[in-house]
Every structure is written in structure tokens, then in C-alpha cells.
Nanobody, 126 residues
């Protein structure tokens, strides 16, 4: 079992930055494939960024060049650095984890991750 706890959300003006953190505990072998997702009111949950055990990352087109996903294995923490924030980035952000798989990106794109956090709210005002 893997427990995920997000932090770092808040309210910022457009153009600002935030760094989200996801603390990972429990069976960390269940977290070799990790990602950030977001869900705005009235919209479906969408994948924002994913990172695999080897450190390779994948981003949604809407955040490429603005967001950076990373992980610190020593601290069992995953991060999402968000720069040049836009009002359309406003959403509840969730971190998610999945046991090691060669299909990490497919699992991410299908939103089929095994473990999910409770979310942290990000609000960007214009």
C-alpha cells in the first residue's frame, strides 16, 4: 500500500509560480511510475506530467515548457514546479503512483494509476 500526501497549493496571480510536493510513504516499490493530475470544476481529470523510475518525464502539451516534474528518492518526495501560471491552470492537483511497469505512460494517459492523494488546490487569478 502506498500513501500519498500533496502540499504546496495556494492562490497566485497569473505569471506566478508554485511548487507542489507529494510525500510518499508505505510500500514505495508501488511508486515507480508517478504522475500529477488536475481536475477543474466541471471538467474531467487530466494528466499533467509523469515521471518514471529512470527519471524520464512526460508532459501534457498545455504545460510543456512551464511545468517541471521531479523526484527526490532520498526524501520519498515528488515535486511539480509550476511557472508562468495561467488562470486555466486553476484546478485541484493530485499526485498518483503505480507499481513499476513498462507501460507507465499508457497507465498515466489512461488515468489508471493505482494510488492517489487527496489533492491540493491551485488557484490562479488574472
Amino acid at each position: 500500500q502506498v500513501r500519498l500526501v500533496e502540499s504546496g497549493g495556494g492562490s497566485v496571480q497569473a505569471g506566478g509560480s508554485l511548487r507542489l510536493s507529494c510525500s510518499i510513504s508505505g510500500d514505495t516499490y508501488g511508486s515507480d511510475c508517478m504522475g500529477w493530475f488536475r481536475q477543474a470544476p466541471g471538467k474531467e481529470r487530466e494528466g499533467v506530467a509523469a515521471i518514471e523510475g529512470d527519471g524520464s518525464a512526460t508532459y501534457a502539451d498545455s504545460v510543456t515548457g512551464r511545468f517541471t516534474i521531479s523526484q527526490d528518492n532520498a526524501k520519498n518526495t515528488m515535486y511539480l514546479e509550476m511557472n508562468s501560471l495561467k488562470p486555466e491552470d486553476t484546478a485541484m492537483y493530485y499526485c498518483a503512483a503505480h507499481p513499476w511497469t513498462t507501460l507507465c505512460i499508457s497507465v498515466f494517459k489512461s488515468r489508471s494509476m493505482s494510488y492517489w492523494g487527496q489533492g491540493t488546490q491551485v488557484t490562479v487569478s488574472s
